[in-house]
């Protein structure tokens, strides 16, 4: 079940919103994790024994934890924990690549990846390093944490919450009507980024990858990718929020505009913030982060940006845009440094950079990866033709659309204007778009082919 459909938008959300605001306040959490287990069992039936048993887990171990103990329960913790997600997303990943190199057949059932593995393991992880850290108080209700763990609005695609973040509004329980109308305004501005932009972007960008091939074309495909990728995501995070703040949540926030970034450093300040700060807390810095010598320094950066790489999937691919990133991450620091004028230089192609590296992200093979980075430099094909032209004239309109939502001065404008004279007539024009995009979000979903949002693969 996904967010951007009919069965979400039409029955399993207005039935779960009556049934949690008829609830008594000590037993709202049994409805939202009743939900939540039925809206998981709904996409990965197979896997809700695992999901239960993960929570299980991780509760019982930080139940046990004391200062005598508490370094062998962390390390069993983090053993069981990332061997668990290791098996089910990386096995068939190693074996596929042991008999690549050795030129042999290993007999082994196909393991299918659990929906979300990715999100509820490292929220189990950050949960047990913080009790362990003594950042957070241990929850003794394993309701309570069984709840924080499975909560649908981020369960299957993020973003990655923290036990602190949400630890008094989990026990709060309250309902702010304010806060639920401000949700249901962020939901629709998601579902309008994931219905109305992405994917028609996707659409956009498949008709003219079909098409032959120029320098040209592979550029407006890059162009592509980046925004169907980031109005994909960024919209998914938005309805995931707005969804918490409906039932009384304040998740943190996961994209501040990253695509008007200055620099690749800025980019990952603003990309998919709750997974940076993830790997940043519990791996940078432990790691020695910045605070040791150079060469140390520039190490952290590989092993974080390679993790980073391999967390997104199980494929070379990502392991290159993890290494990609690290490359110019390191080359930042030492230009910031050293030669600051160069800085300034680099901090131009901060654009083209970041279109490259969704191209590598995107693509899972790496001979059409291959053919698709000589094409951007022009490598044995033409600069343009009739039919890049026809697809650059016909979709020139949703890329301008798309390029107006990058940054926050839409947002900005609108809040100048609601605090002057005209404060009612714009609440008023906001609340008939809000209307529209709804309305013609559910009209696509009615008319289009199903498009799953591209971080459930993760």
């Known amino acids: 079940m996904v967010f951007s459909s009919i069965v979400f938008l039409f ?19 049994v409805t939202l994790l009743l939900y939540s287990l039925f809206f998981y069992f709904f996409g990965e039936r197979e896997y809700v024994l695992l999901l239960l048993a993960s929570c299980a887990l991780n509760y019982f171990l930080t139940r046990m934890m004391n200062d005598k103990n508490k370094k062998i329960l962390l390390t069993i913790g983090i053993l069981i924990n990332l061997g668990c997600l290791g098996y089910f997303k990386y096995t068939n990943f190693f074996i596929d690549n042991v008999e690549n190199i050795f030129k042999t057949e290993i007999s082994i059932p196909n393991i299918v990846l659990p929906l979300g593995i990715s999100f509820f393991t490292f929220q189990n992880l950050s949960y047990l390093i913080d009790v362990y850290r003594k950042q957070v108080t241990c929850e003794k209700n394993l309701l309570n944490y069984a709840t924080y763990i499975a909560l649908f609005p981020q369960l299957v695609a993020g973003p ?29 501005i998601g579902l309008a980024k994931k219905v109305l932009i992405a994917d028609v972007l996707f659409s956009s960008m498949r008709a003219i ?39 009384g949540f304040d998740f943190k926030e996961n994209f501040d505009y990253p695509l008007i970034a200055r620099s690749i450093t800025d980019f990952w300040r603003r990309w998919h913030m709750s997974l940076s700060s993830f790997f940043k807390d519990y791996v940078y810095i432990p790691l020695g982060g910045s605070r040791c010598s150079a060469l140390r320094n520039i190490f952290n950066i590989f092993v974080v940006w390679t993790l980073t790489g391999l967390w997104h999937g199980a494929s070379w691919n990502f392991v290159i845009w993890g290494v990609y990133f690290a490359i110019f991450l390191t080359v930042e620091k030492l230009l910031n440094k050293k030669r600051k004028k160069l800085s300034k230089i680099m901090n131009f192609f901060t654009p083209f950079i970041i279109l490259i590296s969704f191209v590598i992200f995107n693509t899972t093979d790496l001979r059409t990866l291959s053919t698709s980075l000589k094409g951007m430099f022009g490598v044995g094909v033409k600069f343009i033709n009739h039919n890049t032209l026809y697809y650059l004239k016909n979709m020139i309109g949703i890329i301008a659309i798309s390029l107006l939502g990058i940054g926050p001065h839409i947002k900005e404008t609108l809040k100048k204007l609601q605090k002057g004279k005209l404060k009612n007539g714009i609440d008023a024009l906001e609340l008939i778009f809000l209307m529209s995009i709804f309305f013609l979000s559910i009209a696509s979903i009615l008319s289009d082919s199903f498009k799953p949002f591209i971080y459930f693969r993760f």
């Open 209 to 247: 990858s079909m098409s032959e091939q120029t320098f040209i074309s592979y550029w407006l495909v890059a162009i592509l990718t980046t925004l169907q990728i980031y109005y994909d995501f960024s919209g998914y995070s938005d309805m995931a929020i707005g969804l918490g703040k409906m039932i």
């Open 160 to 188: 990655i919450v923290r036990y602190k973040n949400i630890d008094e509004d989990l026990k709060a329980k309250k309902i702010d009507f304010a806060k639920f109308g401000s949700g249901v305004r962020r939901f629709i």
């Open 11 to 29: 029955f399993f959300l207005p039935i779960f919103l009556l049934c949690y605001f008829l609830t008594p306040s000590k037993f709202k959490n």
